[in-house]
């Protein structure tokens, strides 16, 4: 990384490990295909009372994140920092997380070609049944492969206090359907876990099983 991008604003000077966390991610999501461009943002919970949120600026490449390509926000998705860049356009998704989930404590977004075209086939029954893979056992709590994972799929909209609504409304009513991700129509995948390890695992974990299932549909 050269200088510029690992100069850290002052207000980020204490989160230094986490910012250098998140920006090694978004270099390999960036490689792998799933974070193209500026899509996708990342975050991790630096603590839950009051709740501050370490989460990517809005608008940056996330094959390059700089130090500076951070912000800290409230549980409502306000910066603490008044000359911080402006946070994800998405923040409030990862607001909702960590409210409605209380043990989680990281959560990746991606936009990978696999979620965006799967999102779109499976949005009729609301969600993708995953089954019957070994990989699946990669996720917490999975012990066999014969064990079943829900990924429900809402519909994409640009109004993400709408879109966090839905997902605040289906974590009270169905939560053990939430308990590993979602998908947003034909634009991408929200999962988590307990530590940013755990979330990142759950990246690769989910974008394999959806490749897997893509590419098995397609041999149809
Ligand atoms: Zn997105």
């Not at 519909?155 to 308990?179: G, R």
């Not at 998908?183 to 390890?197: F, P």
């Amino acid at each position: 990384m050269t200088d510029q991008l690992a100069h850290a604003p002052s207000y980020l000077a204490e989160y230094v490990e986490q910012v250098d966390a998140l920006r090694e991610l978004g270099y390999r999501y960036w490689q792998e295909g799933w974070s193209r461009g500026t899509s996708s943002n990342y975050s991790v919970l630096l603590q839950r009372d009051p709740m501050h949120i370490l989460v990517t600026a809005s608008g940056k490449d996330k094959g390059r994140l700089s130090r500076g390509d951070f912000v800290v926000v409230d549980g409502a998705g306000n910066r603490i920092h008044e000359d911080a860049p402006k946070s994800s356009a998405e923040t409030l998704l990862h607001c909702i997380g960590y409210q409605c989930l209380p043990e989680v404590g990281a959560i990746l977004h991606t936009h990978s070609p696999w979620a965006t075209v799967l999102s779109q086939r499976f949005f009729p029954a609301k969600g993708i049944e995953l089954q019957d893979f070994e990989m699946l056992k990669g996720l917490r709590g999975v012990t066999t492969h014969q064990q079943t994972v829900w990924l429900p799929i809402f519909d994409n909209t640009q109004d993400i206090p709408a879109l966090a609504a839905q997902v605040q409304l289906f974590a009270q009513n169905y939560p053990s359907q939430l308990a590993y991700g979602y998908l947003i129509r034909r634009h991408g995948l929200y999962t988590w876990g307990r530590d940013l390890d755990e979330a990142a695992r759950h990246v690769e974990v989910l974008e394999f099983l959806l490749e897997c299932l893509g590419r098995t549909i397609c041999m149809q």
